[in-house]
């Protein structure tokens, strides 16, 4: 029988020491916590560990100080860093210091399972381009002619040192082909950093992506290196590219070009030998040609385009594909293997997975929860009653839902002057009148039984709000992988308003 695989998890915020230890339970592994440097020291003192993960600030020092004695002293123990959303500088530092990955709170759990299995696989030495293909064998698999050719093709592109741009809605595994495209380069052995471009302020990307000198603005109390510079010798990956700013996208240009960087205060150029891998879920050519990304950029960056298909463009592969995942959650929690009821095949089938393979896989792990036994039915599954919104609709309620507007115009769900996506005061010039009559509700997508024949505008008002909300916050959570925080944000409410709407619609 094989040993249980142990973690060592180090945090002073108890709730996310919980977290972490009951998503790496679920996985199999045996954790132990510590709420200090010094707990963590006493416990690496008396034990052995197949992987850490670490806090950046503790009570009595820093995260990364423990990152360099567990890769001095523990070389065959993976760790990864806990950093601040956002917080690339932390980041790279960690990777700088030995850790191998590093994972950004809010803390995402399929992100970490992903991590924590790339870091056992690690640990275990096995070779690089069979770890990672392992690790994305569920969410690349498939026999459809598009995942044949992808797979193909991806096969042909690790060759090669050209730039990638992989092209995919949200949830298809852009990331992971990315990783594929690296672990089976010749980069293998050097290092691969991801970027989301989204989540780095538009002040501090030159020093982000190009590092700084000492004293070169306030705050710059050292020299610090950029991304391009703890990419070197591997692979950049640019996820959400679209997101760069005009004045940052000459910038890369250049570097990519000239294959060097000029570190912020820097009076010379250093050269750097990155490999550049892009992605986005937008439509960057639409971009190109509203002006609102660089077209030389664009081709430099696209010189080798990859698309990944959405689920419902390859519902053949589901069956398979859900059965792999089964496979893997049974495994990971230590259980006999869940599979499908055919009602609950039909059910998957007939519904368009807005969120791609990672809302498949969260609706199995839910399932799998909820069940009574082995074999998961259609009611197991909770399915959303109405369609999500296609790709790129940007927080609108769905066709179904989404109120007839003048043609040509877009019905806003911008923040209002309040701060508030919702407020009554907006809401006929954001979405027009409420419905008069049953015809009118009935193409609203209000069932005509709500309303009350004696004051039909007055009585649907409500019911027709909630719908219209209902729909908005669904599709937010589902575009910001259920972050109420993120979520919040991008609806323009404040977290508490948007704790008060979940509660009050019914929102899980």
Do not use: W
């Amino acid at each position: 029988m094989a040993e249980t695989r142990s973690a060592l998890v180090v945090d002073d915020e108890r709730d996310i020491r919980e977290l972490l230890v009951m998503a790496l339970g679920r996985m199999g592994l045996r954790c132990d916590t510590a709420s200090s440097l010094a707990d963590a020291r006493n416990q690496l003192a008396h034990h052995r560990y197949d992987l850490c993960l670490t806090d950046m600030r503790l009570p009595d020092g820093s995260g990364m100080d423990l990152v360099a004695e567990i890769s001095q002293k523990f070389p065959e123990t993976p760790v990864a860093m806990i950093t601040a959303f956002g917080n690339v500088e932390a980041a790279v530092e960690a990777l700088k210091a030995g850790a191998f990955d590093f994972v950004a709170k809010p803390v995402e759990l399929g992100m970490l399972r992903d991590m924590v299995r790339h870091a056992l696989d690690l640990r275990e030495k096995a070779p690089a381009p069979a770890t990672v293909v392992d690790t994305v064998a569920a969410r690349l698999y498939g026999e459809s002619p598009a995942m044949t050719a992808l797979r193909t093709t991806l096969a042909k592109v690790a060759r090669s040192q050209a730039p990638v741009y992989i092209a995919g809605e949200s949830g298809v595994g852009k990331e992971l082909v990315a990783r594929t495209i690296h672990s089976e380069g010749g980069r293998a052995d050097g290092p691969f950093v991801p970027v989301n471009c989204g989540a780095i302020p538009a002040e501090l990307m030159e020093s982000e992506f190009f590092g700084h000198k000492k004293g070169s603005f306030t705050g710059a109390h050292a020299d610090k290196p950029g991304l391009f510079q703890t990419a070197d010798g591997g692979t950049l990956f640019l996820d959400e590219v679209a997101e760069l700013p005009m004045h940052m996208q000459v910038k890369l240009l250049r570097a990519i070009q000239e294959k060097s960087i000029k570190p912020v205060g820097a009076n010379v150029e250093v050269p750097v030998d990155v490999r550049i891998l892009s992605a986005t879920h937008k439509d960057l050519a639409r971009m190109v040609a509203e002006g609102r990304f660089r077209q030389d950029l664009y081709y430099r960056i696209n010189v080798i385009e990859l698309r990944v298909p959405p689920l419902r463009e390859r519902l053949d592969d589901l069956p398979g594909l859900a059965a792999k995942i089964l496979q893997r959650l049974s495994t990971q929690q230590g259980r006999e293997p869940a599979n499908l009821g055919t009602d609950a095949l039909v059910a998957l089938r007939a519904y368009p997975f807005p969120g791609n393979v990672r809302e498949l896989e969260n609706v199995l792990e839910r399932a799998m929860a909820l069940a009574d036994g082995d074999t998961l039915t259609a009611g197991d599954l909770c399915l959303p009653v109405t369609s999500a919104p296609a790709a790129g609709s940007h927080g609108l309620p769905p066709p179904g839902m989404r109120p007839a507007v003048p043609a040509g115009s877009t019905p806003p769900m911008a923040p209002s002057a309040t701060g508030s996506a919702f407020s009554s005061s907006s809401f006929n010039a954001t979405f027009g009148p409420p419905p008069n009559t049953p015809a009118e509700a009935a193409a609203a997508g209000i069932d005509p039984r709500t309303l009350d024949p004696r004051d039909t505008a007055t009585s649907a008002l409500p019911s027709y709000i909630e719908e219209v909300e209902r729909a908005a916050i669904e599709h937010a959570l589902k575009e910001n992988r259920y972050n109420k925080t993120k979520t919040a944000a991008s609806l323009g409410i404040t977290f508490r308003a948007l704790r008060y709407k979940l509660k009050k619609l019914g929102i899980d």
